[in-house]
């Protein structure tokens, strides 16, 4: 019989342990709205994004490109930065502005995110915006799966939990596999809230943060299941999320 595939969610990054995601795949999460954010800019034509983990340091790299090639975006509490050219909200990363350019963005938690995944021999970039390609790509991958969610200033997000689950759900329909507790909790998540998606992401404190601050579209944004069928992904030197994997997939989105 051959082995169980290992399948961790680590529900915050700074729950994860020293090392733990060397050697593995990390799938790195922030619903609200970081990672569907940087999938909507990608499918926009950007060049690559850059992701910086403080507001200083996002404006020094910006400043630092030939003029006309950055492309400055970013939040902290969800209100976009002062100086910034766009905020944290999917809708504003068009063609007209991001095709061609390198999106250089800072955000409250999934920048952060997205560093810690980068500590992975190999770091994928998730939303429900693009579910089934990543499920794609998790299934054809054998080394060690990470879930990492972003969270919300600190704490456990239900959206980020919920998509965590989806992806346990899918691979426990694909392959033998071993789940570490959160794995367990985002999958019972899932297995709960799955059904009414766009609901889940309102009920949470990003998405009630978000309502309260006019956002509601962006929460439509982000439920967009299968909106995309590519996966973007976290590399090196410098650090950038580009495109990686594009194809048609099969729909594997169960609810």
């Known amino acids: ?17 020293a090392d733990r995601l060397a050697g593995g795949v990390a799938v790195a999460i922030d619903v609200l709205r970081a990672t569907t954010t940087i999938i909507h800019a990608l499918a926009a034509g950007c060049v690559c994004v850059r992701p910086c983990m403080e507001v200083d340091e996002a404006k020094e790299l910006a400043s630092e490109m030939p003029k006309g090639q950055a492309v400055l975006g970013g939040e902290r509490g969800g209100v976009p930065l002062a100086g910034f050219d766009l905020g944290n909200s999917p809708r504003e990363y068009t063609c007209k502005v991001c095709k061609g350019k390198t999106v250089v963005v800072t955000t409250t938690n999934g920048t952060r995110a997205l560093v810690r995944a980068a500590e992975a021999e190999r770091a994928l970039v998730a939303g429900f915006v693009n579910y ?29 939990t919920l998509l965590a689950g989806a992806f346990v759900d899918f691979l426990r329909e694909t392959a033998e596999v071993r789940l570490n507790d959160s794995a367990r909790m985002a999958w019972d998540c899932f297995e709960y809230h799955g059904e009414c998606l766009h609901g889940a992401l309102e009920l949470g404190k990003g998405g009630a943060k978000l309502k309260s601050l006019g956002y509601d579209e962006d929460i439509l944004a982000a439920g967009a299941v299968d909106k995309f069928n590519f996966v973007p992904e976290i590399r090196h030197d410098p650090l950038r999320v580009e495109v990686g994997s594009v194809g048609i997939v099969k729909k594997h989105w169960s609810k």
């Open 132 to 160: 089934s390609a990543v499920c794609e790509q998790l299934s054809s991958d054998p080394r060690p799966i990470h879930v990492l969610c972003a969270g919300t200033e600190g704490e456990v997000s239900l959206e980020d």
């Open 1 to 17: 019989m051959p082995d169980k595939r290992e399948v961790q969610v680590h529900l915050l990054p700074e729950l994860v342990p």
